[in-house]
C-alpha cells in the first residue's frame, strides 16, 4: 500500500520560509516522480512544482518560480518543497503526489498517488 504524509505546514509572516516534506512508503519503483499542488477553498488544485525520478527535469508555475524549490532524497524516500519569500496568496492546503510519467506533469489526472495534505497559512 502505497502512503504519501507530508509535514512542515504552519502560519508564516510574509516574507517568511517553510520548508515542506513529503515522506512516502509503498512505492518499490525507483521510476516515480513527485509533485506539489496547493488548494484553497472553492478552486481547483493547483500545480506548484514537480521534480523527475533522477531529481533533475523539475519545473514549476510561474507564480512560485524563484521563490520554491523541490529536491527529493530517494535514500529517504521523502520529498522536500523549500518555500521561500512567502506572501499571502500562498495560503493553502498543500499536497504532494506521486507519479510515473517520464517527465513532470503540470494535471492532477497524471498523478498516481496523493498524501491528504499539510495547511500552509500566510499572515501577519
Known amino acids: 500500500q502505497v502512503q504519501l504524509v507530508e509535514t512542515g505546514g504552519g502560519l508564516v509572516e510574509p516574507g517568511g520560509s517553510l520548508r515542506l516534506s513529503c515522506t512516502f512508503s509503498g512505492i518499490t519503483t525507483a521510476w516515480y516522480l513527485m509533485g506539489w499542488f496547493r488548494q484553497t477553498p472553492g478552486k481547483e488544485r493547483e500545480f506548484v512544482g514537480g521534480?523527475?525520478?533522477?531529481?533533475?527535469?523539475?519545473r514549476y508555475s510561474d507564480s512560485v518560480k524563484v521563490r520554491f524549490t523541490i529536491s527529493k532524497d530517494n535514500a529517504k524516500n521523502t520529498a522536500y518543497l523549500q518555500m521561500n519569500d512567502l506572501k499571502p496568496d500562498d495560503t493553502a492546503l498543500y499536497y504532494c503526489?506521486?507519479?510515473?510519467?517520464?517527465?513532470?506533469?503540470?494535471?492532477?489526472?497524471?498523478?498516481?498517488?496523493w498524501g491528504q495534505g499539510t495547511q500552509v497559512t500566510v499572515s501577519s
Open positions: 503526489a506521486a507519479g510515473f510519467n517520464p517527465v513532470v506533469p503540470t494535471t492532477t489526472a497524471e498523478y498516481t498517488y
Open positions: 521534480i523527475s525520478w533522477s531529481g533533475g527535469g523539475a
